[in-house]
Antibody, heavy 118, light 108 residues
Framework: QVQLVQSGAEVKKPGASVKVSCKASGYTFTSYDINWVRQATGQGLEWMGW????????GYAQKFQGRVTMTRNTSISTAYMELSSLRSEDTAVYYCARKEFSGAFDIWGQGTMVTVSS | SYELTQPPSVSVSPGQTARITCSGD??????AYWYQQKPGQAPVLVIY???ERPSGIPERFSGSSSGTTVTLTISGVQAEDEADYYC???????????FGGGTKLTVL
């Protein structure tokens, strides 16, 4: 079945970086953009950016420009999101989501909890 | 930056109709999408392109659009529909996605 499986929970210190992976299966990885969305505990969804797995082109939300990098490894159908200069406010669940042709985020990963704490 | 505005909460009794609105200046030009999220789970798409329903989503979920407001309607609400609902759309340039703040639907 079509699914996105993300890497496990991470605990990082302030100032460090975190890299979350998102492995696609059940469909052609390079045919659909991957988007990243985060959610702090008890808060709403926040869009971070997108990546085209075929070209590697990316687009980032202004808030994360300069701190986020989205990449991919097409040989293993995996997308990555790396966030640097972590601060406590980055503590959140990070989701990857497939954007299908209508624009909808139709398939979501299970989420990766990232905790930033000294 | 662009914002989508939703009411923080909506409450209805089982069997009644719930309506959740989402307002944004670019909605006349950009499609809206709706997601349902239950505690501890990833969001699930329930409406796309303003009013289309994905396969597997019950017919009681519908969407509509009028000017700068889109509405998610749940007819004959069931206890299992209790969840947070988020609208999503693009800004006027179509280069950035935005989510509304979310609406907690309580089934009394």
């Amino acid at each position: 079945q079509v699914q996105l499986v993300q890497s496990g929970a991470e605990v990082k210190k302030p100032g460090a970086s975190v890299k979350v992976s998102c492995k696609a299966s059940g469909y052609t990885f390079t045919s659909y953009d991957i988007n990243w969305v985060r959610q702090a505990t008890g808060q709403g969804l926040e869009w971070m950016g997108w990546m085209n797995p075929n070209s590697g082109n990316t687009g980032y939300a202004q808030k994360f420009q300069g701190r986020v990098t989205m990449t991919r490894n097409t040989s293993i159908s995996t997308a990555y999101m790396e966030l640097s200069s972590l601060r406590s406010e980055d503590t959140a669940v990070y989701y990857c989501a497939r954007k299908e042709f209508s624009g909808a985020f139709d398939i979501w990963g299970q989420g990766t909890m990232v905790t930033v704490s000294s | 930056s662009y914002e989508l505005t939703q009411p923080p909460s909506v409450s209805v009794s089982p069997g009644q109709t719930a309506r959740i609105t989402c307002s944004g200046d670019a909605l006349p030009k950009q499609y809206a999408y709706w997601y349902q999220q239950k505690p501890g789970q990833a969001p699930v798409l329930v409406i796309y392109k303003d009013s289309e329903r994905p396969s597997g989503i019950p017919e009681r979920f519908s969407g509509s659009s009028s000017g700068t407001t889109v509405t998610l309607t749940i007819s004959g609400v069931q206890a299992e529909d209790e969840a947070d609902y988020y609208c999503q759309s693009a800004d006027s340039s179509g280069t950035a996605w935005v989510f509304g703040g979310g609406t907690k639907l309580t089934v009394l």
